[in-house]
């Protein structure tokens, strides 16, 4: 069995196949994948929050979508993959506590669902598929060598999208 690379929270990391890249506790986060299908070569990211310019502190770009995403597309062209062929799948971006308010600020999950398709839909790759929304957190793990984006979420079945 290979060896899982783990991807903590505002965190991210590339592998080529046949690695596997793992995040564990999704709540709000969305881990996003990338991968060029061709050189098998994968990448990871465990986004935070939506927009790093609305935040003062924001040294850290796997935090945050919009600078995470480029990133990881650096770091995955650094082990050949070529930006042309990236395809990406998402999940994550719960709502994980209900508020009384409408309040846009406490809708974290699905604003950094919006940001992050909104970023990949500008640079062109395409999501081919999600497990996004609902209540409850996800545990992911991603396949180089296949592309299988294995979802693990307690107390409901495995799926791979």
Do not use: W
């Not at 290979?2 to 986060?29: F, H, Q, R, W, Y």
């Not at 971006?93 to 398709?117: H, P, T, W, Y």
Request: aromatic fraction near 4%; charged fraction near 25%; charge should be positive.
């Amino acid at each position: 069995m290979e060896d899982k690379i783990k991807v903590g929270m505002a965190d991210l990391n590339v592998c080529p196949s046949p690695g596997i890249l793992t995040t564990l506790g999704l709540g709000s986060c969305v881990g996003i994948v990338l991968y060029d299908p061709l050189k098998k070569v994968g990448g990871l990211a465990h986004i935070m929050l939506p927009d790093s310019t609305q935040i003062k502190n924001n040294s850290n770009v796997a935090k945050f979508a919009d600078t995470g995403i480029n990133k990881l597309i650096d770091d995955m062209i650094k082990l050949g993959a070529n930006r042309n062929r990236l395809v990406a799948k998402l999940a994550g971006g719960a709502q994980m506590f209900s508020f009384k308010s409408s309040n846009d600020l406490m809708r974290i999950g699905d604003r950094n669902v919006i940001a992050c398709e909104n970023i990949l839909n500008m640079l062109r790759i395409k999501v081919l598929s999600t497990d996004t929304g609902k209540n409850y957190g996800r545990t992911i793990e991603f396949y180089t060598e296949t592309g299988d984006l294995l979802i693990k979420t307690i107390g409901k079945d495995t799926k791979i999208i």
